[in-house]
């Protein structure tokens, strides 16, 4: 029996004698059972290509002409045919007529023909010699050095062949694409439907931005952020806002979300307050695989399902939010979304500028500093405040310090793993 056989429930019913440990999974584990669940949504549409900017390709483009489409010259010139040359200069020859790109030849090709870059290279002609190596006076040119057959000359199907696979099902379509499109008379392609998106804070003390604080409360943080993530990724983003800690108008709002989504992202409610009520009523409406992650930030995480929308529960902690989603949900998206292959996190290896403290026993990713010094070696350090909910860390740092299970305490000089923010999108 395989990962992708098994519902949530026969997931969860496996237990620890299948090495599946709901209380501390690793983090590795951990992607690889989130994984097994994901299947590419789906649904299509055409689009323009002017529109199609970092949309995912649901058709590999397949080449149905050459791209150029003629012979042409590469440079300002003349354009002879070499068999007409002595093998010794100097050469001097009648300029017989001229070309300009997207024009025909005017005159006849008898000696050299004046040409411009892009034009078509007139027939019995095979080389150009570039302007500033020729001589122009009365109508004639000369020139000292004899060029090689198809110089400066641009071959059809150079850049393109016929039949030629040219973007893959799967590409995340980039700005060079768009013109690689345009050079094939493209005007429209298959993309996959942008997945939808819904997110909702949890908690009581969660408090909308143009409101007035109360004791106890705190300004949500966390749906900016994540707006912010969701963006990055150009999915389709539906915000439902702050939720109170009620059981009726969560299970409300995440019964509404799933029939709209194909993804539901919350933050705060799945860990084990007495007001933490995601668990139970994703057991109610849907299939939860809860998890203590062996990581730190972000140790408590929610994976799901209502019907045929996935559902992520992400810890309330500011950072622990967006570790979390670095992390996990970025990668889920991404494969919802049909992008393939999926762009790997580069780990660098960087110097400690300084020693970090870490026990044995879960993955941590601490917030760091990344700089080359004058010698180009990559050096790191990690920053003082760690905390879960200081979320400054996050925007002065720029990478995170991924420090295994396995290690301990850190010395300085060693050196660790680091992954780029940037690396992420």
């Avoid at 003349?78 to 005159?107: C, M, S, W």
Wanted: hydrophobic fraction near 40%.
């Amino acid at each position: 029996m395989t990962l992708k056989n098994l519902s949530l429930s026969q997931l969860m019913s496996l237990g620890t004698s299948s090495d599946y440990d709901p209380h501390a999974m690793s983090v590795k584990k951990a992607k690889t059972w989130i994984r097994s669940f994901l299947n590419v949504v789906t649904t299509k549409e055409n689009i323009p290509i002017q529109d199609a900017l970092h949309r995912i390709l649901a058709q590999p483009i397949i080449a149905s002409m050459h791209v150029p489409n003629y012979d042409n010259s590469a440079m300002d010139g003349y354009a002879v045919h070499t068999d007409r040359l002595k093998n010794e200069g100097p050469f001097t020859l009648k300029i017989t007529g001229k070309v300009f790109a997207g024009n025909v030849l005017q005159g006849n090709t008898k000696e050299a023909v004046h040409i411009m870059t892009g034009a078509y290279i007139p027939e019995g002609l095979n080389a150009v010699i570039p302007q500033e190596y020729v001589e122009v006076h009365n109508k004639k040119i000369t020139f000292n050095q004899k060029p090689h057959p198809l110089q400066n000359v641009r071959l059809r199907g150079e850049d393109i062949q016929i039949g030629q696979t040219i973007l893959q099902k799967g590409r995340l379509i980039q700005p060079c694409d768009l013109g690689l499109l345009a050079s094939l008379g493209i005007e429209t392609i298959e993309v996959y439907q942008k997945i939808k998106v819904a997110f909702f804070s949890t908690g009581d003390e969660i408090v909308t931005l143009g409101n007035t604080l109360k004791v106890g409360q705190v300004f949500d943080s966390n749906r900016y952020s994540l707006i912010g993530l969701l963006r990055r990724l150009h999915v389709e983003i539906h915000d439902f806002g702050v939720i109170p800690d009620d059981k009726a108008s969560i299970e409300h709002t995440l019964k509404k979300a799933s029939a709209l989504a194909d993804v539901i992202i919350t933050t705060g409610g799945v860990s084990v307050g007495e007001a933490d009520y995601i668990k139970e009523i994703l057991k109610k409406i849907g299939e939860i695989l809860f998890w203590k992650i062996s990581m730190k930030p972000g140790r408590p995480l929610a994976y799901g399902k209502i019907g045929a929308c996935h559902y992520f529960g992400l810890p309330g902690n500011p950072v622990s939010t967006m570790v979390t989603f670095y992390q996990f949900v970025r990668e889920a998206l991404l494969i919802l979304s049909g992008q393939e292959p999926i762009p790997a996190i580069p780990l660098i290896k960087a110097q400690l500028l300084e020693p970090i403290k870490k026990a044995p026993g879960r993955t941590e990713f601490q917030r760091g500093i990344f700089l080359q010094d004058a010698t180009g070696q990559f050096k790191v350090k990690a920053l003082k405040d760690q905390g879960s909910g200081i979320l400054r860390s996050m925007s002065e740092a720029n990478c995170f310090i991924v420090l295994e299970e396995s290690q301990g305490p850190l010395e300085k000089d060693v050196y660790v793993d680091i992954q780029l923010f940037d690396s992420f999108f």
